[in-house]
């Protein structure tokens, strides 16, 4: 069992940077595919990027366009989302999920996932 707790939203203006937290409970964390997702108003649910269990592999989305850098500290249970050059298209709320698969295998796709997190705003303005 995993739970997750995002953190670290807000309002921005364009060109500024959020830093996301993920923070989790339970004793596989550090066995955990991460991933982050979002999900903007009125629009389906897409995947940010992903990070592997130990942290030496990511993968990002297209969009992301070296803008966002995924990272996890497995001490302290916690994955980040550092996001800078934010544009008003990245508000939407934010989501972390946890894949208890070890391999780094489909991780673009909101099925591997098994747990969740609430989610958390983030608004850029122009």
């Known amino acids: 069992q995993v739970q997750l707790v995002e953190s670290g939203g807000g309002s921005v203006q364009t060109g500024g940077s959020l830093r996301l937290s993920c923070a989790a409970s339970g004793r596989t964390f550090s066995r955990c595919t991460m991933g982050w997702f979002r999900q903007a108003p009125g629009k389906e649910r897409e995947f940010v990027g992903a990070?592997?269990?130990?942290?030496?592999?990511?993968y990002y989305a297209s969009f992301v366009e070296g803008r966002f850098t995924i990272s996890r500290n497995n001490a302290k249970n916690a994955m980040y989302l550092q996001m800078n050059s934010l544009k008003p298209e990245d508000t939407a709320v934010y989501y972390c999920?946890?894949?208890?698969?070890?391999?780094?295998?489909?991780?673009?796709?909101?099925?591997?996932?098994?747990?969740w997190g609430q989610g958390t705003q983030v608004t850029v303005s122009s």
């Open positions: 999920a946890a894949d208890t698969n070890i391999y780094f295998i489909g991780v673009g796709s909101e099925s591997v996932y098994d747990y």
């Open positions: 990070i592997n269990y130990s942290g030496g592999r990511t």
